[in-house]
């Protein structure tokens, strides 16, 4: 699913915001997978490889959830979704956290990323209260 548009002067901060986390998770997966690729000393591949997917997952399944919320009339399926963002963000920051632990030079870029969904956060708390 193509979530760029040509017109993106309807689509809010938050919304905004997820799809820069997304561009971003994409970017350090892109950038960590060859790392953890190879084969362990046992002939084992690195059960890391699948934090990598993790993060882009988490991060593709904002978007739609934001949309979703968005769209909803009643407030009780508007909580159901924001719900859903708020567990997205915790596991996707967990996932960071366990890939900051892997030897990799591209390690030093998860720190951008966990910087991203502080400021997604915050965005989100507002966006929260005005839904």
Not at 34 to 58: C, H, K, V
Request: proline content about 4%; overall charge neutral.
């Amino acid at each position: 699913m193509n979530y760029f548009t040509s017109n993106n002067k309807h689509i809010s901060p938050i919304h905004k915001k997820a799809i820069e986390i997304l561009t971003l998770s994409r970017q350090i997966s892109k950038y960590l997978v060859p790392d953890l690729a190879r084969l362990q000393s046992d002939g084992f591949e690195d059960p890391n490889i699948y934090f990598t997917g993790d993060i882009i997952q988490q991060s593709n399944s904002l978007v739609p959830e934001i949309v979703q919320a968005e769209s909803k009339t009643f407030s009780e399926e508007r909580h159901e979704h924001l719900l859903s963002i708020s567990h997205l963000t915790n596991v996707l920051d967990k996932n960071c956290d366990r890939l900051e632990r892997i030897n990799s030079n591209g390690k030093e870029f998860l720190p951008l990323l966990r910087n991203e969904l502080k400021k997604f956060r915050k965005l989100q708390h507002i966006w929260m209260l005005t839904l």
